[in-house]
């Protein structure tokens, strides 16, 4: 069962601006990298069930969360279907992401009350999502549309809260295009959690990269 509101978490999200995307199937090593993003000022993490037995390393990550990282939001991201959701739920995710957008992934959430995002790439699937109840939409793969993206659908509609993933890179420069163009959020990967941080496990480096990236986006807003 979830340990925060859907309301608890979309506040967070939006509060944060950014969460860090990994996943791993070597449960100590996603401890020492989940440890690092909560130490460098990261609340939320999406860990993105892509692997096998991925439901089990994350059961075991939310146990570490609550026993040793109080106040970090544990999430999953993708999600293809509502058994899946189900099932991620049933382990305590306090939130579903998604790369696509499904209604019955929305309505096995909304009956939990668990805040989800799905993944769009028009402002029909967009408007659909919130429609379902979609708090802060995915925008997937951020790369293919960009910030201008953004900017347009925030034209007609100023009230969508959009989080990109894909395409967003800890620089000022990367940032500061998304964040002008009107995100709430963004999430990021790989770029932040690079392959030569968890090959060298320089969790120190992770640390102090999501200081900074937080840092930056706090600069924006203030």
């Not at 939320?44 to 096998?52: V, Y």
């Not at 939310?62 to 899946?84: F, H, N, R």
């Not at 790989?190 to 102090?208: G, H, V, Y």
Request: charged share 25%; aromatic share 8%; glycine share 10%.
């Amino acid at each position: 069962m979830a340990q925060f509101t859907r309301i608890e978490v979309a506040t967070t999200i939006k509060e944060v601006g950014m969460i860090p995307l990994f996943f791993n199937n070597d449960i100590e090593l996603s401890k020492k990298v989940l440890k690092a993003c909560y130490d460098g000022g990261a609340k939320l993490l999406e860990f993105t069930a892509r692997g096998d037995f991925a439901h089990e390393v994350f059961g075991d990550l939310i146990k570490y969360t609550v026993k040793e990282l109080p106040g970090m939001i544990m999430g999953v991201g993708s999600v293809s279907d509502a058994a899946q959701a189900s099932l991620f739920m049933s382990l305590g995710a306090n939130f579903v992401v998604t790369p696509l957008l499904r209604e019955d992934i929305a309505t096995v959430c909304n009956r939990r009350k668990v805040l989800w995002s799905a993944g769009c790439g028009s402002l029909t699937e967009i408007a659909r999502a919130e429609e379902l109840g979609c708090e802060i939409v995915k925008l997937f793969p951020g790369d293919i549309y960009g910030p201008q993206f953004v900017k347009s659908v925030k034209g007609p509609q100023p009230w969508t809260s959009i989080m990109p993933t894909g395409g967003v890179s800890p620089t000022e420069e990367n940032l500061k295009g998304w964040f002008d163009a009107g995100v709430t959020c963004v999430g990021m990967g790989s770029k932040l959690i690079s392959k030569d941080i968890l090959a060298n496990e320089d969790f120190a480096e992770l640390e102090m990269n999501v200081r900074k990236v937080l840092a930056i986006i706090k600069s924006f807003r203030s």
